[in-house]
C-alpha cells in the first residue's frame, strides 16, 4: 500500500492519469473504517479506473468538548482492509500539511448546514466542507463518493460543489446496517453492551415514523422511553432545504450516555 502523505506527492500521482483517460474516485474517511466505509469504496471502484480513499480524522469538525482525543484510529487495520479490496494507494497527510501554522480559512454552505447537524453542531459542517474542499482541490477526482448515514452533509457538499464549481461529481451510497439495523458508525464502538441493546431501537423507532405509523412527538417519546439519555432532534424534513415544509426524510440524533448516534431514512408518501 503506498500512503500519499502530501499535495504534491498527490498531484505526482493525479496527474498521468489524465492523458492515460484513466477515471479516479475520491473516497474520504475519518479512518476506523468498517463496513460502510468499505461499501463506498466499492461503489466508487464500480464507476472508475482507480479508488483513492483517504483517511484524515480532521480536528476541525470537533468542538472542544467533543470525542477528538477518544475518536478510534485504526490505521494498520483500515491498510489491510482496503488492501482486501484491491486498494493500491491512499492519502492520509499529516495535520500540519493540512492545517498550517496560523491557518484561517473557512469555507461555509450558508444555509442548508443550519438546521439538524448545524444546529446541535455549530462548528461541525464549517469543519466538513473546509476539510473536503481542500482535498477535492488538491485530488481534482472525477468522482468523490458520500455515505446517505450522513445525509445532511453529503447535501452540504453537494452544494458546495455546485456553488464553488468544482469539477467533481458528487455521489452517495446507502446506509450500511449491521443485523439489528444499527447504522454502523466508528462511534458505535464506544457503546457498552447494555448501550448497544438501546441503540438498536434508533433505526425501529425511525422507521416506524418514516412509515408514519408514529408522529414526531410519539417517536421522540419512545426514544425516551427506550432509554435514549436526550433526543438532539427527531423530525421529517425536506431532504433539499432541511426545512419542514414538503418533508420527504426523516432524521435523528440521540444519545446513549456520551455516545452520539445519527439516522436517517425516506418518509413514506
Ligand atoms: P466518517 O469516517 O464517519 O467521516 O465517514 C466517512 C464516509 O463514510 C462518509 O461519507 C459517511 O457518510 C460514510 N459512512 C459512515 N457510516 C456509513 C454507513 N453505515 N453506511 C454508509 N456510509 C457510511
Redesign the pocket.
Known amino acids: 500500500m503506498h500512503i500519499i502523505k502530501t499535495p504534491q506527492e498527490l498531484m505526482a500521482f493525479r496527474e498521468p492519469l489524465w492523458p492515460e483517460g484513466k477515471i479516479l474516485s475520491f473516497v474520504?474517511?475519518?479512518?476506523a473504517l468498517h463496513e460502510?466505509?468499505l461499501?463506498?469504496v466499492r461503489a466508487a471502484q464500480a464507476q472508475s479506473d482507480i479508488c483513492l480513499p483517504y483517511i484524515f480524522l480532521n480536528p476541525k469538525q470537533f468542538s472542544e468538548n467533543e470525542d477528538l482525543d477518544q475518536y478510534p484510529e485504526t490505521l494498520e487495520t483500515d491498510l489491510k482492509a482496503l488492501e482486501a479490496l484491491g486498494i493500491e494507494h491512499i492519502y492520509s497527510p499529516d495535520r500540519q500539511v493540512i492545517y498550517p501554522h496560523n491557518f484561517q480559512t473557512i469555507v461555509k454552505v450558508s444555509e442548508i448546514s443550519k438546521p439538524l447537524e448545524g444546529e446541535h453542531r455549530p462548528h461541525f459542517f464549517d469543519g466538513v466542507t473546509t476539510i473536503v474542499c481542500k482535498m477535492l482541490l488538491q485530488c481534482l477526482p472525477d468522482i468523490a463518493m458520500?455515505?446517505?448515514?450522513?445525509y445532511q452533509?453529503?447535501r452540504v457538499i453537494e452544494r458546495m460543489v455546485i456553488d464553488l464549481n468544482i469539477p467533481v461529481k458528487v455521489q452517495s451510497?446507502?446506509?450500511?446496517?449491521d443485523e439489528n439495523g444499527l447504522?454502523?458508525?466508528?462511534r458505535n464502538q464506544y457503546l457498552s453492551k447494555d448501550q448497544y441493546e438501546i441503540a438498536i431501537h434508533l433505526n425501529k423507532i425511525l422507521k416506524q415514523f418514516s412509515l408514519n405509523d408514529i408522529d414526531e412527538s410519539e417517536a421522540i417519546e419512545q426514544l425516551k422511553n427506550t432509554g435514549f439519555d436526550k433526543v438532539d432532534y427527531c423530525t421529517a424534513r425536506n431532504s433539499e432545504t432541511f426545512l419542514s415544509e414538503e418533508p420527504n426524510r426523516v432524521f435523528v440524533a440521540a444519545w446513549v450516555g456520551q455516545t452520539r448516534l445519527i439516522d436517517n431514512m425516506a418518509l413514506a408518501a
Open positions: 474520504p474517511t475519518m479512518g460502510g466505509h461499501s463506498l458520500f455515505g446517505e448515514k450522513d452533509q453529503f451510497a446507502p446506509t450500511v446496517r447504522a454502523l458508525s466508528s
